[in-house]
């Protein structure tokens, strides 16, 4: 296993580690309901995936 001979500086460090980037997510819209959603699962909004409703996909809206 290959291991340094000496220590890495900190701008080296934090050099390489600027860049580790996030990437956003892709969003299709939904064939039913139009809202965006993330592809290959269920549309929070309708439930709705490959034609077939999965109602525990629904997102709730929150009770105060």
């Keep these: 296993m290959a ?17 580790w980037k996030t990437t956003a997510t892709t969003l299709t819209s939904c064939p039913s309901c139009s809202s965006p959603k993330q592809p290959h ?4 909004s309708c439930g709705m995936y490959a ?5 525990t996909a629904e997102r709730t809206e929150l009770q105060n």
């Design 3 to 19: 291991v340094p001979k000496r220590k890495m500086s900190r701008s080296n460090t934090r050099s390489r580690r600027a860049q």
């Design 41 to 44: 699962q269920a549309c929070p």
């Design 51 to 55: 034609g077939r409703h999965y109602p």
